[in-house]
């Protein structure tokens, strides 16, 4: 037998809109949570939120160190990966911020005097 989780448990613990949405229109108002269930979605739901958010914290510690293998051979696998996106980002970075920095300078100029009068009117 599983464990209930609700809607307003996502709700109450500040999960983001998208997965708040994706429960209500996967499960309704709650779900009876099994591992059969929670495999059947294993790759919808942000299951690291929902394991710091709904875990005891020995719970917590079991799920840090059953997963942390997983996660280093995710990061090993992806770091060559990383390393030629930034490669190719670095550039464009570069470019980007030539670009950007002057019309975020003039945004900061207009902006500020706004502020200031609206601030100094109230």
């Known amino acids: ?14 999960a983001c809109l ?32 929902a394991a710091r958010n709904f875990l005891s914290a020995p719970a917590w510690a079991e799920y840090e160190k059953v997963t942390a293998p997983a996660w280093a051979e995710y990061e090993k696998v992806t770091a060559p990966a990383w390393v030629e996106y930034n490669k190719v980002m670095a550039p464009a970075w570069v470019e980007y911020n030539k670009v950007m920095a002057p019309a975020l300078a003039e945004y900061n100029k207009v902006r500020t005097p706004a502020w200031a009068n609206l601030y100094i009117g109230e």
Request: hydrophobic letters at 50%.
């Open 1 to 14: 037998m599983g464990k209930i989780l609700k809607l307003q448990q996502l709700i109450d613990a500040d």
């Open 18 to 49: 998208e997965q708040v949405e994706l429960f209500r229109s996967t499960f309704g108002d709650q779900v009876e949570v099994t591992v059969e269930l929670a495999l059947s979605v294993f790759d919808k739901f942000d299951w690291d939120f």
